[in-house]
T-cell receptor, first 112, second 113 residues
Framework: KQEVTQIPAALSVPEGENLVLNCSFT??????LQWFRQDPGKGLTSLLL?????REQTSGRLNASLDKSSGRSTLYIAASQPGDSATYLC???????????FGKGTTLSVSS | EAQVTQNPRYLITVTGKKLTVTCSQN?????MSWYRQDPGLGLRQIYY???????DKGDVPEGYKVSRKEKRNFPLILESPSPNQTSLYFC????????????FGQGTRLTVV
């Protein structure tokens, strides 16, 4: 059964730092991997989607990489800002493609 | 604007009183699903629908019902809510199964007393 793990569970950094969030999954047979952002009391906002055939995706200050064979993905955030403070979730599709399996998230706090 | 809309956003109810949480998407997506989010357990799938009149159970379907009579709507029904169904609920939609980006609603915070 697919399991998704995110490390660290929480991270505090000063404004301006570059940082990396980690996501690992146990079954490499995935369709895609998606990174989300969740603000307190709010919904999930899709940040980046990496198809299983891709190695990375970029959007602004965000870069996500995927190493399917080793079951790992990283989300790189450049020049962090207080507005980046949120919980970041990664998710992969199950083998049938019918469900997203989520990690428990990394809660990021960026101080000014 | 492409979006998934859930209503209500917040709901407090009593044990046993039937309720429905609505979900609607405006992207003509075939695939819709419901998740619940609980502290320490993360997000878990309740039910999903691959198209109109096609629904199936996810990982935690007990105590819930769904229907998909129209492509855009996918309501979640709690026939007899219990306190262990207190949770944050999310509706999601994707263009089709597996390959494409998932869009989530803003969530419904349900408290059953």
């Amino acid at each position: 059964k697919q399991e998704v793990t995110q490390i660290p569970a929480a991270l505090s950094v000063p404004e301006g730092e570059n940082l990396v969030l980690n996501c690992s999954f146990t079954d490499s047979a995935i369709y895609n991997l998606q990174w989300f952002r969740q603000d307190p009391g709010k919904g999930l906002t899709s940040l980046l989607l990496i198809q299983s055939s891709q190695r990375e995706q970029t959007s602004g200050r965000l870069n996500a990489s995927l190493d399917k064979s080793s079951g790992r993905s990283t989300l790189y955030i450049a020049a962090s800002q207080p507005g980046d403070s949120a919980t970041y979730l990664c998710a992969v599709n199950n083998q049938a493609g019918t469900a997203l399996i989520f990690g428990k998230g990394t809660t990021l706090s960026v101080s000014s | 604007e492409a979006q998934v809309t859930q209503n209500p956003r917040y709901l407090i109810t009593v044990t046993g009183k039937k309720l429905t949480v609505t979900c609607s998407q405006n992207m003509n997506h075939e695939y819709m699903s419901w998740y619940r989010q609980d502290p320490g357990l993360g997000l878990r799938q309740i039910y999903y629908s691959m198209n109109v009149e096609v629904t199936d159970k996810g990982d935690v379907p007990e105590g819930y019902k769904v229907s998909r009579k129209e492509k855009r709507n996918f309501p979640l029904i709690l026939e007899s809510p219990s306190p262990n169904q207190t949770s944050l609920y999310f509706c999601a939609s994707t263009k089709n199964v597996g390959y494409t980006e998932a869009f989530f609603g803003q969530g419904t915070r349900l408290t059953v007393v």
